[in-house]
């Protein structure tokens, strides 16, 4: 009997060649590109993996978990980079992880699911907590942002936990009133459908296994990419906003991509927005407190403050994704409306 094996399987060739790149000093730039295209395989298998998980927990924790192992990626490099100093970095890093999300991801999915499908429905239950999500993490940044002076920055360093703290019990506390709250429920029923219907065909130990080793392979391939930051900024002069705002979001954000771009294109458009909005909601009240917590750890300072654009630029990308999704339904154009949005998101923050 013949192994069968997909070009995610051959992608993971580039992991002996990346591992050399990097003790034999290659050029920052290869380097980086290698381990990004590395953690495309990983993401992806690490995706799978969790599908098959989620469908064997029952409705309520389907999309918690796509959303949590979504973001491990992401989280994994914030960890690491906040490691290295980079902290301006890591908080682009974050912004522009919401709005690939929700201007990328999202874009994308309604594209591909539009083009092939026509009209797009979307469940009313879902949108409606997209939309209260979105505005969580849009207060969430924006608020510490909004009352933050000269005189009163150090203050809120020093108080920095505790708002970690009482994000992350926002965070948990819904969770708890997702898996109780009688509309959430009849959500995550839609969400475990289309999660059922996507998963591969592999066991319970099989994907434990998948999920420990693509978990640990994204440890070590993101160690080796945050170390070329720096190198790559240097040698190429891209701006620190733009490797933080695009390039590593776009990176750490595969296992979505594949997951909702996928369920789109099977007439699962629901699990492509919930994937979007759980992984937006949990970037803004799980890794966010984590990265400031983890810091301390770190002896780094880290605060979740931002300047005025990164909060316009938010602002507007929630905004847009409202428009497209508050009347219940969507098709390839207003897909595609929100990718040229995230171009041109992408371009300025290259240029200017």
Known sequence: MFLKFSFWHYLLLLIPVTVIASNYHFPAVI???LASAVLVPLAHFLGEATEVISKKTGDHFSGIINATFG???????AILAIKSGLIDIVKYSLVGSIIGNILLILG?????GGIKHGGLKLNPNITGTTIIHLSMAAMCFG???IFINEDTLLSLNKYSISIAVVLLMVYFVGMFYTIMNRESKEASQIIHEDIEATAPNWGMPKSLVVLLSTTGGLVYISEILVHQIEPLVKSTHIPPAFVGLIILPLVGNVAEHSVAISSAMKNKINLSLAISAESSTQIALF???????IAGIFNQSFN???NKIELITLGMSIGGTWLVIHDNRSNWWEGFSLLSFYLIIAIAAYFL
């Open 31 to 33: 380097t980086f590109i």
């Open 71 to 77: 973001n491990a990626a992401e989280l994994v490099i």
């Open 108 to 112: 994308l999915s309604i594209f591909v």
């Open 143 to 145: 608020v510490p942002s």
């Open 287 to 293: 890794v966010s407190p984590i990265c400031v917590l």
């Open 304 to 306: 979740l403050i931002f």
